[in-house]
């Protein structure tokens, strides 16, 4: 039977975000299925820079020997985001709040000890994650239009976005630098985040390609809304990928739910219904065949997805392709249908 990684070979590469745990415990479904790796969280700031002079790679490194080990290349995941943000980096050690010089300074020592550790087996890196604000993000930025309030417009200023690719592109000339990005199916949202890179191309800043999560749900995104902001990204001309997929079973991926139902014996006609969402989303990716140079999956198997942590911690999900037991479900039938391969 034809793996993920063949199936959409010719498409795009098919990728899943690992943990120091899950890269052992489902190593033999990896190393088969998938050609694109990302640390789930082992490379965020505060994970792998805990304090000013002290690095923890061990987590991080466990997965990179693993991916160059089976020959499968990283995507970089994430220098600056406004969640996992180490104390001492906003902090001097008196306590008064870091400058814009020093930020941008320990940004860059960071970024420079990371490219260089993991630059070697490394495809893509997500620079900026998260920066446009939408409701959620509220109260909204009082001085700009479209980045969320945080300590990076705050300490740093508004132009951090752009310091922090053009940073990048010196430090490692020749990588792919992404900006990646969450319910980018929200027209309004979608707008923004065009504005924002928009204006990084047209000031001169290298950005090589737009990550769209994709933490979506049975119920959708609709494919229509979806269609509308790929070709509105599509427009600025660059790759787009599908960062971080996974089809929660509940209505909405992110809201209040219902926590007197942490129940995981799913009605099979709601494992059937996420089957043929995942179908519809990969027939529709692969109407842009070119476009998309990458689609990840934000865990292995359901066992180890987040989703079953949040929102709601222990309440059972069953986000992914393969089962519990690593087994196939019907959704990974049908994402090799959709590449018009039959089991
Ligand atoms: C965001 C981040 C990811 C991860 C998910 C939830 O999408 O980009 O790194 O933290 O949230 O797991």
């Not at 689609?295 to 089962?323: E, H, I, K, M």
Request: aromatic share 12%.
């Amino acid at each position: 039977m034809k793996t993920l990684a063949e199936a959409y070979k010719d498409d795009c590469k098919i990728g899943v975000a690992l943990s120091a745990e899950s890269v052992q415990s489902h190593a033999g479904l990896v190393s088969a299925q998938f050609n694109s790796i990302t640390c789930e969280n082992e490379m965020k700031f505060q994970r792998i820079h805990p304090a000013q002079d002290e690095y923890n790679f061990e987590p991080a490194d466990k997965i990179y020997r693993f991916a160059v080990e089976h020959g499968i290349p990283l995507r970089g995941h994430t220098f600056v985001w406004h969640q996992e943000i180490p104390h001492w980096l906003v902090r001097r050690p008196d306590g008064t709040p870091a400058t814009r010089e020093d930020m941008l300074a320990h940004l860059r020592e960071h970024m420079e000890t990371l490219m260089h550790r993991y630059g070697r087996n490394t495809w893509c890196w997500d620079v900026v994650n998260e920066a446009v604000y939408d409701e959620s993000s509220l109260p909204q930025n009082r001085y700009n239009a479209l980045l969320r309030r945080d300590p990076w417009t705050d300490l740093v200023g508004e132009d951090y976005v752009e310091q922090a690719f053009r940073m990048a592109e010196h430090i490692a000339p020749n990588a792919q630098l992404i900006y990646n990005e969450y319910a980018v199916y929200d027209p309004a949202k979608c707008d923004r985040i065009y504005t924002l890179v928009k204006g990084l191309l047209d000031r001169g800043v290298k950005v090589d390609g737009i990550g769209m999560q994709g933490h979506w749900s049975v119920m959708g995104p609709d494919l229509d809304a979806l269609r509308r902001s790929i070709d509105r990204l599509a427009s600025l001309k660059l790759p787009l990928q599908i960062t971080e997929m996974d089809l929660s079973l509940y209505p909405d991926a992110g809201g209040p739910s219902n926590p007197d139902t942490p129940y995981d014996h799913f009605p099979a006609e709601l494992l059937e219904q996420q089957a043929a969402r995942y179908e519809q989303y990969f027939s529709l990716l692969r109407e842009y065949r070119g476009l998309f140079s990458c689609v990840t999956f934000w865990g292995a198997a359901d066992d180890v997805s987040w989703l079953n942590y949040w929102p709601l911690r222990g309440r059972c999900n069953q986000p992914l392709l393969f089962d519990r037991n690593q087994q196939p479900k019907e959704a990974f039938y049908r994402v090799l249908a959709a590449a018009g391969v039959k089991a």
